[in-house]
């Protein structure tokens, strides 16, 4: 199974294909009324993130205004206490070093934690150091061959070949 990845336009694997991101505002779903038992967040007028404060939830609130306005669908995701990438948010807004990372690290590192989540990352034959504090470039890949990041640390190569992915992407 190969994965590549650009942080700006699409994850392209085996079969599958993800659309690329937009610019386009983020439309609100369409409810009747929020569900109580989801937690709902909305776009602030414009993104935010500048150093926030160590509180998780401040986070999730950064990170969904970050988001959101790239890939507008998002929003439904979110609204899915189910869906991977509700668990990308929440894992991303919890991680020790959220406040140092660029832009594109942020995206990335929501990206990866997505398709572990989506491809039942904790059942892979090879998991080592995914999800972790340790930078993404590092997390497991099965080859050697090509490096999986950029000298400036954006993934360009990820292979997982057999390594027991499920799912959807």
Same mark, same amino acid.
């Given at each position: 199974?190969?994965?590549?990845?650009?942080?700006?336009?699409?994850?392209?694997?085996?079969?599958?294909?993800?659309?690329?991101?937009?610019?386009?505002?983020?439309?609100?779903?369409?409810?009747?009324?929020?569900?109580?038992?989801?937690?709902?967040?909305?776009?602030?007028?414009?993104?935010?993130?500048?150093?926030?404060?160590?509180?998780?939830?401040?986070?999730?609130?950064?990170?969904?205004?970050?988001?959101?306005?790239?890939?507008?669908?998002?929003?439904?995701? $979110?609204?899915?206490?189910? #869906?991977?990438? *509700?668990?990308?948010?929440? &894992? =991303? %807004?919890?991680?020790?070093?959220?406040?140092? /990372?660029?832009?594109?690290?942020?995206?990335?590192?929501?990206?990866?934690?997505?398709?572990? $989540?989506?491809?039942?990352? #904790?059942?892979? *034959?090879?998991?080592?150091? &995914? =999800? %972790?504090?340790?930078?993404?470039?590092?997390? /497991?890949?099965?080859?050697?061959?090509?490096?999986?990041?950029?000298?400036?640390?954006?993934?360009?190569?990820?292979?997982?070949?057999?390594?027991?992915?499920?799912?959807?992407?």
């Amino acid at each position: 199974y190969f994965l590549f990845f650009n942080a700006r336009s699409r994850v392209v694997g085996k079969n599958s294909t993800m659309n690329s991101p937009t610019k386009s505002p983020a439309m609100p779903p369409s409810q009747s009324g929020p569900d109580p038992q989801i937690p709902t967040m909305q776009p602030a007028s414009r993104p935010n993130l500048a150093p926030s404060a160590p509180n998780p939830a401040n986070r999730l609130q950064v990170l969904y205004d970050f988001l959101v306005p790239l890939w507008p669908s998002l929003a439904d995701d $979110f609204a899915d206490v189910t #869906s991977p990438q *509700l668990l990308a948010l929440e &894992w =991303l %807004s919890e991680n020790a070093n959220f406040d140092s /990372y660029e832009e594109e690290i942020l995206l990335q590192r929501f990206v990866m934690a997505t398709l572990y $989540f989506s491809t039942g990352g #904790s059942e892979w *034959l090879q998991n080592d150091l &995914w =999800l %972790s504090d340790v930078n993404e470039c590092l997390w /497991y890949t099965s080859t050697n061959t090509r490096p999986p990041c950029t000298e400036a640390g954006l993934l360009t190569n990820l292979e997982l070949d057999l390594n027991d992915l499920s799912g959807t992407i």
